[in-house]
Nanobody, 111 residues
Framework: QVQFVESGGGLVQPGGSLKLSCAAS????????MGWYRQAPGKQREFVAS???????NYAESVKGRFTISRDNTKNTVYLQMNSLKPEDTATYYC?????WGQGTQVTVSS
């Protein structure tokens, strides 16, 4: 089964940006659906964004216009560019593909 490793999280001030990466252990060329989810403390995991093999994208309303999901099949990596970050974006961010989850990367938005 494919495995994913997320990276790029950290502490950022409100209004700042981060770019998350999700590196796969094998080719993602055949993976139609790749997604990002997040989970804040005490809350359920929620959908953030997804991208298909044809590069169709979908976003949660709360991140539309601020986050951009992309994929680079040559690098077996999916990205999440996050701009205009808000404190409510604070969460552990996970990628998913082919039914497999990564271990997550922490994003903290605070002044």
């Amino acid at each position: 089964q494919v495995q994913f490793v997320e990276s790029g999280g950290g502490l950022v001030q409100p209004g700042g940006s981060l770019k998350l990466s999700c590196a796969a252990s094998r080719s993602i060329f055949t993976l139609n659906y790749m997604g990002w989810y997040r989970q804040a403390p005490g809350k359920q995991r929620e959908f953030v964004a997804s991208i298909t093999s044809g590069s169709w994208t979908n976003y949660a309303e709360s991140v539309k216009g601020r986050f951009t999901i992309s994929r680079d099949n040559t690098k077996n990596t999916v990205y999440l560019q996050m701009n205009s970050l808000k404190p409510e974006d604070t969460a552990t961010y996970y990628c998913i593909g082919d039914g497999a989850w990564g271990q997550g990367t922490q994003v903290t938005v605070s002044s």
